[in-house]
DNA sequence: TTCCTATTCCTAACCGGTTTCTAAATTCGT
DNA sequence: ACGAATTTAGAAACCGGTTAGGAATAGGAA
C-alpha cells in the first residue's frame, strides 16, 4: 500500500508532509516530537499524511537543527577478535536500549588510525565516543588522546576509554576499566600454589598497556611469592593463534625447564595448546597452560582452557551507561569491573616439583 | 598548542574560519573540498585558520548541504557470532579503504527489530544499508523488505542482502550470497560417501533462509545417492553450543542408530562434541560429526572439526564494494561466492558400514 | 454582552555548511 | 595601452528540519 507511485522519485520533506495535512511545517515538527501541544485533530491529519507520504525525517537536519545527535561512536582495534566482539556487543546493545545508534570504526592496531578516527568522529557530534582496547604507551599519543578528549569535551561530546588506564585526573575522559593486573596476579599466583617456579609469560606488545598491565601482575606475583623471574620468559608476540603457536614451538627447542605457559589471550593460548599438541608434550601432566579473557570456546579446546574471564559485554554497557548519563560538564565517571580466574583442565602440579 | 583556551567554549563553525582568515565563508568551503580553484596564498590562509581554530567540519551540515553521507548501514544479528563478525570486519575494512563510515545496528534474530532497524536507517540516509544474515521465510517479512528496498532506492539509498537468497529480479536490491546449498550438499556428499546412511542434520531454524537453504543441500546429497531420508533427522535448534549440545543429549538417549551428525554451524558443532565427550562417544570412530563456517577455532576442536569454509570476509568486502559502484539507478548487482569443505579429523567411515 | 485568558497555529530566524551565479581583479594578446 | 579571456572571491539561495515569539480563535467569568 504505502508505495506511492505517482509522487515518488524523491524523498517527500516535512514541506510535503505541512502542504498535504494543510498545516504549517513547525506544526509538522511538532506533531512528531511531541514536546508542545498540538490539537488532536491536527496531529492525525499529521499522522495521516505522513503515513501516506511514507515521511521519515532527516536525521541530519535533525541534528543540525539542534537536537541532540543520538549517536555512540565506537572505536575497537578489530571486530574480528572475540574480546572486541563481546564488548561491542554490550555497547550496541545499551546503546539501542537508550534509543542510540552505533558508529563503528576499526583501527586494525594501529596507534596512528586510532587518532584519525578518533578525529573524524568529532565531525559526526557523537554523544559519547568510545574507545576500545589498550593504549599505548608513548607520549606523542598520550598527548594526542588527551587533546581530543579536551575538544570532545568542548563540542559536547565525550570520550570513554574502555579496558585502558586513565589519561590523568584533570582530563575529562570517563575510564572504564577492569581488573586486569590483578587477574594476571591470580592466574600466576594459582600456577606458582599449583608448584610451578619456571613460567613463561606469552605474548607481550611492547607499550601496550593491555599487556603492561598483565605483566606487572605476573612480575608482582612471583615476587609475593619470592620466586625470582627470568625476563627473558616474558615473550613477545601478538594477540593470535599464529603468534602463540610459533612462540610455543620456538620455546620448546631452548628451553625444557618450563612447566607452564601463561598465555596473553585465549586465542594465544589456542596457538599454544597447538604447538604442544604437535610436540608431543601432554598438557597439563607435562606442561600447564593458562589463557586470558575466557572467550565462549575456552572450555571447548582440549584440554579445557583454565582461563581469567573477564566481563566484555558490562565493559562495553558500562561504558555507554557512564557515557549518557554524565551531565553535561560534571566530572568524568571512573569504573573498574572485576574479573576471576576459571579453573578448568589444563593446569596441574608439575610433573618434578621443584622446591 | 592547538587547545586554544580564549575561544574555546563552543566548537568553532566555518564562520569563525572565515572571518579568522579574512575571506567569506563559500572560500573556506572551497579551500577546504578543493573541488574549485582558489588562490594558494588564500589556502593557506585558510588553513592557518583552520589548524588555530582547530576547526572540523559539522558532517551533519554537510551532509544536509547535498554532498554525499559517506555511511554505510550495517545490520546484524550479533556481532559476537563468529560467522557475522567476519563479515561486520570486511565490510568496515572495505568501507574504511574507501573513505565510508559504518553504522552498526543488531536485531538478536528478531524480525520485527530488524524491519524497524532498516527503516531508522533511512532516516540516515546512509549510502547503502548492508542487511546480513539469513532472511526469513514469511510472507509479510519479505513484502515489508521489499518495500524498504523501493523506499530506500527512491531516496537515493541502496539496499544490499548479504548471506540470503535475492526478494526477486524487479526487487532494488543488491543480493551477495555464497554457495549455502551446495555447500552442504557437499559436504553431505562427503558423509554419505564415507558410508553413512543414517545422518543427523542439527540446527534447523524455522523459515530462516539460512537453513532452509543447507537442509536443501542435504537432501538433494541424500537423494543423488539414493539414500531414503528420515526426516526426523532433521533436528531444530539455534546456531548455538548450548542448543548442539542440549540436543545431541537428547538425540543419543532416542536413537542408536546414527553414525553421523551434520551441525548447522560450527558452534553448534563444538556443542555436539562436548556432548558426545561427556558420553564417552568417540569421535570420528563411533560417531562422525561435521559443521558449516570454518571459523577460526574449528582446527582447534578436538578432534579437528570437519567443514564448509565460508568466505564471510569477502562476503561483506563484496557487498559495499558493488553497493557503492552501483550507479544511481543501475540494475541491481549480483554475486555468489563459493564455499568448500575443509576435511579435518572429525569424520570417518562408520564402524559398521551399513551396505 | 464584554473582556480576559487559554489554546493552537503560523511567521520568522537559525543550525552550518555547499553550490550557483555574478562581479571584481588579473593575465594575456596584439 | 586597451579590450577580451581567465582566475578568483563574494552574495544569495538552499538543504530539511527546530525553536522562539506573536496573532488568531476559542472558551469562561463577570
New binding site residues.
Partial sequence: MPPKQSDSEK?P???DVAARA?????????A??G?Y???P??RSKVLRAVRELD?V??AH??A????TTKTIAFIVDDVTGPFYAHIARGVETEAASQGRLCLLCTTHGDPERELAVVELMREQHAEAVIVVGGGYDDEHYTERMTYFARALDRAGSHLVLCGRPSLGEDVPATTVHYENESGAYAMTAHLLSAGHRTIAYLGRGPGLSTTDERVAGFRRAHADYGVPLDDTLILPGEFSKAAGYDRTQELLEWRSDVTAIFAATDMVAAGVLRALRKAGVQVPQDMSVAGFDDIPLAADLTPALTTVRVPHEDLGRESVRLALSREQGAPAGRAVLGTHIVVRESVAPPRQPRD
Same sequence: chains 1, 2.
Fill in positions: 524523498r520533506t516535512i514541506r494543510g498545516v504549517s511545517v513547525p506544526t509538522v515538527s511538532r512528531l516530537i514536546n501541544p498540538v490539537a485533530a491536527t515521511y525525517v532527516n537536519a535533525r543540525l537543527a539542534g537536537a
